[in-house]
Nanobody, 129 residues
Framework: VQLQASGGGLVQAGGSLRLSCAAS????????MGWFRQAPGKQREFVAVSTWNGGTTYLADSVKGRFTISRANAEKTVYLQMNSLKPEDTAVYYCAANVRGIASSDSAYYSYSQVYDYWGQGTLVTVSS
């Protein structure tokens, strides 16, 4: 599986960006797709996930109400729509794929980077104040 993330850039606080992650190599509909981010000097943190079984979504508390994750299975792409951006959203954003076919009802399962099998290269989002 190869993941290609794009859409990052420089935006002012309060602005919006949409990140895309295109996947190749396997049945996309069987993948749970997550977004993580890593700010300078900080650990990588979970942002959002779209699960493979029906596309259930979970979002980190820090982005609820501002970010939305969606997927287009026919295009093998997952999106992260980011609105009302804040300077603290500045980070490299990574998409990741879980291909294990596990359908966990525990949202915390998807917040662990260890459950993802493939990672994209990251795209930088910079939010200026």
């Amino acid at each position: 599986v190869q993941l290609q993330a794009s859409g990052g850039g420089l935006v002012q606080a309060g602005g919006s960006l949409r990140l895309s992650c295109a996947a190749s190599g396997r049945a996309f509909s069987r993948m749970s797709m997550g977004w993580f981010r890593q700010a300078p000097g900080k650990q990588r943190e979970f942002v959002a996930v779209s699960t493979w079984n029906g596309g259930t979504t979970y979002l980190a508390d820090s982005v609820k109400g501002r970010f939305t994750i969606s997927r287009a299975n026919a295009e093998k792409t997952v999106y992260l729509q980011m609105n009302s951006l804040k300077p603290e959203d500045t980070a490299v954003y990574y998409c990741a794929a879980n291909v294990r076919g596990i359908a966990s009802s525990d949202s915390a399962y998807y917040s662990y980077s260890q459950v993802y099998d493939y990672w994209g290269q990251g795209t930088l989002v910079t939010v200026s104040s």
